[in-house]
Nanobody
């Protein structure tokens, strides 16, 4: 059974930083893709960043230069380092994983709130 458990969300002032973590069991980030998505109430889920099995990364234009996706293969954990946070980054952030272009498995989400 695959489980993805996010942590690290919270409340931060604009310009601050947060680091999200996603601990996986039942699936390995090193042989698949890791994703971070975000979603605001009433809006579509948006891809924030992804990392492939050979460590290629891709980011949404809105977070390029501010967010960094990475993983620790030994701990089977995915990270999202978020710097220079803006109020518009306020969302529920979801970790996801899979071996295809789109995710197969999803975490429960963690709230990120950026105050102005």
């Amino acid at each position: 059974q695959v489980q993805l458990v996010e942590s690290g969300g919270g409340l931060v002032q604009a310009g601050g930083s947060l680091r999200l973590s996603c601990a996986a069991s039942g699936i390995s980030f090193s042989i698949g893709r890791g994703f971070w998505y975000r979603q605001a109430p009433g809006k579509q889920r948006e891809l924030v960043a992804l990392i492939t099995s050979d460590s290629n990364t891709n980011y949404a234009d809105s977070v390029k230069g501010r967010f960094t996706i990475s993983r620790d293969n030994a701990k089977n954990t995915l990270f999202l380092q978020m710097n220079s946070l803006k109020p518009e980054d306020t969302d529920v952030y979801y970790c996801a994983a899979g071996r295809l272009v789109s995710p197969t498995y999803w975490g429960q989400g963690t709230q990120v709130t950026v105050s102005s």
